[in-house]
């Protein structure tokens, strides 16, 4: 068990709409990762987020956000939601802002476009 | 575009072999980590490297950091049928990022 919790585990919606991943951090991590996981991008990195301010963006498109709340815990929303959305969304956490350090990944939250 | 590049893509043996899997890079790196990803399960650490090391060891998990050739080996000793999983390397080159590889998909035969 890594202490780092996702929900929900599953998700499936319709194209157009908006939905809302959650994530808890490792007890006493500050800094919060998102990835995408799907087949043919491999595992990319979204956004970061250390002790409530962004810290780093990746390939986070436009109809993504997110935001890192006063008890650490974060959430990802994706609006306008595309079949190519469909994929896994991780979460990850860590100690520092530095990513010279391990990332405790989450389970991830399986989300389905129909 | 990833930053590392696994090899091979898949790799088969059976239970008590040694598995190694290869990591190339294209800038220079702070660090590298591998991960290990069960099926349906998140990554898990695995070792951490740093580009002032060449070697280490963790239980029976070697890595080796090769900076002048920028690549990395990972090597699991005796493997067991548990091992059965994919593998990513992952580079940190500055600032907070890590940059994931594909991955080996490794399976380890009863």
């Known amino acids: 068990d890594s202490g780092v919790t996702q929900t929900p585990k599953h998700l499936i919606t319709a194209t157009g709409q908006r939905v809302t991943l959650r994530c808890s951090p490792r007890s006493g991590d500050l800094s919060v990762y998102w990835y995408q996981q799907s087949l043919d991008q491999g595992l990319q990195f979204l956004i970061q987020?250390?002790?409530?301010?962004?810290?780093a963006k990746g390939n986070i498109l436009e109809r993504f956000s997110a935001q890192q709340f006063p008890d650490l815990h974060s959430e990802l929303n994706l609006s306008s939601l595309e079949l190519g959305d469909s994929a896994l969304y991780f979460c990850?956490?860590?100690?520092?802002?530095?990513?010279?350090?391990?990332?405790?990944f989450g389970d991830g939250t399986r989300l389905s476009i129909l | 575009s990833q930053q590392g590049e696994e090899d091979p893509q898949a790799l088969s043996i059976q239970e008590g072999e040694n598995a190694t899997m290869n990591c190339s890079y294209k800038t220079s790196i702070n660090n590298l980590q591998w991960y290990r990803q069960n099926s349906g399960r998140g990554l898990v650490h695995l070792i951490l490297?740093?580009?002032?090391?060449r070697e280490k060891h963790s239980g029976r998990l070697r890595v080796t950091l090769d900076t002048s050739k920028k690549s990395s080996s990972l090597l699991i000793t005796a493997s067991r049928a548990a091992d059965t999983a994919s593998y990513f390397c992952a580079t940190e080159t500055s600032g907070s990022r890590l940059t994931f590889g594909e991955g080996t998909q490794l399976t380890v035969n009863p």
């Open positions: 990850a956490s860590s100690v520092g802002a530095r990513s010279n350090q391990p990332q405790h």
């Open positions: 987020y250390y002790n409530g301010e962004e810290r």
């Open positions: 490297i740093r580009s002032n090391e």
